[in-house]
């Protein structure tokens, strides 16, 4: 069973950063490519960025790309999310997931993922 807490979310003003964390089981952090996802209230989950099971190739969202950075700590078997530049829009529940498909390499969609955790609230004041 995938277990996934993330943690590190909270308010912070625009421009500001975050960085988020998931804490993973070792089984499921060696062997899955995994990622971050994201719900705003009224929204749908959508695709934030994605890190491959050895951490070389990673592919993010048009609306993160070159403000936020995934990667990945094998000795803490934990994935990061830093977020820098936030704006008003990234406010959302952030959402660490975890990939079952052997045959993906680096997760690109929503669709690439089959576990994800319990979520932490993060908010971008203006």
């Known amino acids: 069973q995938v277990h996934l807490v993330e943690s590190g979310g909270g308010l912070v003003q625009a421009g500001g950063s975050l960085r988020l964390s998931c804490a993973a089981s070792?089984?499921?952090?060696?062997?899955?490519?995994m990622g971050w996802l994201r719900q705003a209230p009224g929204k749908e989950r959508e695709f934030v960025a994605g890190?491959?099971?050895?951490?070389?190739?990673?592919y993010y969202g048009d609306s993160v790309k070159g403000r936020f950075t995934i990667s990945r700590d094998y000795a803490e078997n934990t994935l990061y999310l830093q977020m820098n530049d936030l704006k008003p829009e990234d406010t959302a529940v952030y959402y660490c997931?975890?990939?079952?498909?052997?045959?993906?390499?680096?997760?690109?969609?929503?669709?690439?993922?089959?576990?994800w955790g319990q979520g932490t609230q993060v908010t971008v004041s203006s």
């Open positions: 890190i491959s099971w050895n951490g070389y190739s990673t």
């Open positions: 070792a089984r499921t952090f060696m062997n899955s490519p």
């Open positions: 997931a975890a990939c079952a498909d052997t045959s993906v390499i680096v997760p690109v969609s929503l669709g690439d993922f089959a576990s």
